[in-house]
C-alpha cells in the first residue's frame, strides 16, 4: 500500500510547468538573491530610506523558501 502517493490531489497543469523549468535553476540562485536582498535593504537602511528598506528586507524569507521548494522539487520529484 502506497501513502505517499494521493491520486485525488495531483499538481495541475501550470504547478507542474513551472516546478519543471524552476527545476533547471541552481540552488545558490535562491541564496544569493535572498542575501542580495539583505545588502541591498542594509544599502537602502544607511542612506536614510527607512521603509524601502524595510520593504526589500522582507524579501529574504521568500527567497530562501523558495530555494527550499525548489529543492524538495528537485530531489522528491513533482505528483
Same mark, same amino acid.
Given at each position: 500500500? #502506497?501513502?505517499?502517493?494521493?491520486? &485525488?490531489?495531483?499538481?495541475? @497543469?501550470?504547478?507542474? /510547468?513551472?516546478?519543471?523549468?524552476?527545476? %533547471?535553476?541552481?540552488? #545558490?540562485?535562491?541564496?544569493?538573491t &535572498?542575501?542580495?536582498?539583505? @545588502?541591498?535593504?542594509? /544599502?537602502?537602511?544607511?542612506?536614510?530610506? %527607512?521603509?524601502?528598506?524595510?520593504f526589500?528586507?522582507?524579501?529574504a524569507?521568500?527567497?530562501?523558501?523558495?530555494?527550499?521548494?525548489?529543492?524538495?522539487?528537485?530531489?522528491?520529484?513533482?505528483?
Open positions: 500500500m #502506497d501513502l505517499t502517493k494521493n491520486k &485525488s490531489h495531483e499538481e495541475g @497543469g501550470l504547478a507542474t /510547468a513551472i516546478e519543471e523549468q524552476t527545476a %533547471k535553476l541552481p540552488s #545558490d540562485v535562491f541564496l544569493w &535572498s542575501i542580495a536582498s539583505m @545588502g541591498v535593504s542594509l /544599502a537602502f537602511k544607511l542612506s536614510g530610506h %527607512k521603509h524601502t528598506a524595510l526589500i528586507g522582507q524579501w524569507a521568500p527567497f530562501l523558501l523558495l530555494g527550499i521548494y525548489n529543492k524538495i522539487v528537485k530531489t522528491q520529484g513533482h505528483d
